[in-house]
């Protein structure tokens, strides 16, 4: 899909406005393209994991200090950052006391693809190479992310910022900072260029990274990478991955996404359990599936892509048991712009059949948009470019806001709350 990636960096880099929810405005002209009674986190009410969630988030909405983690992984959607970040928004912004921190991201402009717009790490470019697991002739370790980073020059410097055209009503700070990279490679020393910044470090060699612990709170810092030894051979840092810490109580939302990944280039990822093991996650959103399937009726293997399905949702058990689990099933897309995708449908009762066997919920958005074919309708009506698999700013703002009316609807049918209170509550937000 490298054609539809220079539409989705486009799409990324339009002038943001504030948030605000789309649907009602919406209503009237797109409407129709939108099946309203199928936005439901489905079998979220016979779900343990589920019910113990949302007591939580309805805890800190009610103005209670407690900590929440929602960790979304997922492709191109997901990198881009567009509707996981409007979510995050509306999540943060629930209270005063919500906001937790910015958590775990990844600098993918090093790595020379596209960047979220919602924080900034950069340096000179022209000195890394990037490495993603979706692209078979890469090889690097790889983490969390499923990219990869490596400088092999001199040096350089990073520029971190933890906002960038975000829109809570506070900005991020952060007084810790974890900076994962191959540790089990000593070539490099990274220092902190500002000299009146008071700080400790660890390394920790298991989890491949150096935490560095602030005496106070910033939202900004440069970190000098610098060779050890000149005449080292085939030195390589190899950046894979930066978290923003704070103690902040609230809703911690980290997305993780790589351009073009599916669940068998997730698994080139050697380091991704043994750094997702550093977390806790009380819900896990999984939107992997759209290149899966991304190829003609013919060459689609269901039962492998069921087999890798349920190896992710397993090793995210191994983790954390008690974690809710929410299956998502890709939106509808056409192969190569031109051929209807019946694989799409085969993945849908696949997704439907695990969630029964392990007690999960579904997000189908398959079936909100409409189903085969509708990405046609969804394009004509400029809520998707030619491509058909990515959405335009409209589209994913539509997306995102589905999404929380479907979470809301959940969470009220699970605690009792009022739903339009809680509805109004976030429509109104208008960060």
């Known amino acids: 899909m490298k054609?539809?990636?220079t539409i989705l960096f486009l799409l990324i880099n339009v002038t943001l406005s504030a948030q605000q929810y789309v649907l009602d405005s919406i209503e009237p002209t797109l409407g129709s393209l939108i099946n309203r009674e199928a936005n439901t986190f489905k079998m979220a009410s016979e779900s343990p994991a589920f019910n113990q969630f949302f007591a939580k988030l309805d805890s800190i909405y009610s103005g209670k200090?407690?900590?929440?983690?929602?960790?979304?992984?997922g492709g191109s959607h997901i990198q881009a950052d567009i509707y996981s970040n409007k979510i995050r928004?509306?999540?943060?912004?629930?209270?005063?006391?919500?906001?937790?921190?910015?958590?775990?991201?990844?600098?993918?402009?090093?790595?020379?693809?596209?960047?979220?717009?919602?924080?900034?790490?950069?340096?000179?470019?022209?000195?890394?190479?990037?490495?993603r697991c979706s692209i078979r002739k890469d090889?690097?370790?790889?983490?969390?992310?499923?990219?990869t980073a490596a400088l092999r020059v001199y040096e350089d410097t990073i520029y971190l910022k933890s906002n960038h055209r975000n829109y809570t009503k506070?900005?991020?700070d952060f007084n810790k900072l974890r900076l994962f990279y191959n540790t089990w490679k000593n070539d490099y020393e990274v220092n902190i260029l500002d000299e009146q910044l008071e700080f400790t470090d660890t390394l920790n060699l298991d989890k491949m990274y150096r935490e560095y612990r602030f005496s106070s709170n910033i939202d900004s810092l440069a970190l000098q990478v610098r060779l050890k030894d000149t005449t080292a051979v085939n030195p390589e840092f190899a950046l894979m991955g930066v978290e923003f810490m704070n103690d902040n109580e609230g809703i911690e939302y980290t997305s993780i996404g790589v351009n073009g990944a599916s669940f068998d280039y997730y698994q080139r990822a050697a380091y991704f359990e043994k750094?997702?093991?550093?977390?806790?996650?009380?819900?896990?959103?999984i939107s992997i599936g759209t290149n899966d399937a991304y190829m003609p009726k013919s060459r689609f293997d269901a039962e492998k892509f069921r087999a890798n399905?349920?190896?992710?949702?397993?090793m995210i058990q191994r983790i954390n048991p008690?974690?809710?689990?929410?299956?998502?099933?890709?939106?509808?897309?056409?192969?190569?712009?031109?051929?209807?995708?019946?694989?799409?449908?085969i993945q849908q009762e696949i997704i439907m059949q695990l969630a029964r066997k392990y007690h999960m919920a579904v997000w189908d958005f398959y079936e909100i948009m409409g189903g085969l074919g509708s990405s046609n309708k969804w394009y004509k009506n400029k809520l998707m470019p030619r491509d058909r698999i990515h959405f335009t700013y409209l589209g994913y703002n539509i997306k995102a806001d589905l999404f929380m009316d479907a979470m809301i609807d959940a969470w009220a049918n699970s605690t009792n709350r009022d739903k339009e209170e809680l509805l109004t509550h976030y429509h109104n937000l208008d960060e």
Request: proline fraction near 5%.
């Open 3 to 5: 054609y539809a990636l």
């Open 65 to 73: 200090k407690d900590k929440l983690h929602i960790f979304h992984i």
């Open 89 to 131: 928004t509306y999540l943060q912004n629930t209270n005063e006391v919500s906001q937790g921190q910015r958590g775990f991201v990844f600098p993918y402009h090093l790595a020379h693809t596209n960047n979220p717009s919602n924080y900034r790490i950069s340096a000179n470019r022209d000195l890394w190479q990037g490495y």
């Open 139 to 147: 090889s690097i370790a790889w983490g969390l992310a499923g990219v």
């Open 170 to 172: 506070k900005p991020y």
């Open 275 to 285: 750094q997702l093991d550093l977390y806790k996650p009380d819900l896990f959103i």
């Open 309 to 314: 399905y349920e190896a992710f949702i397993q």
């Open 322 to 345: 008690e974690c809710a689990i929410l299956l998502t099933v890709p939106n509808d897309d056409y192969y190569r712009r031109k051929y209807l995708n019946y694989n799409t449908a």
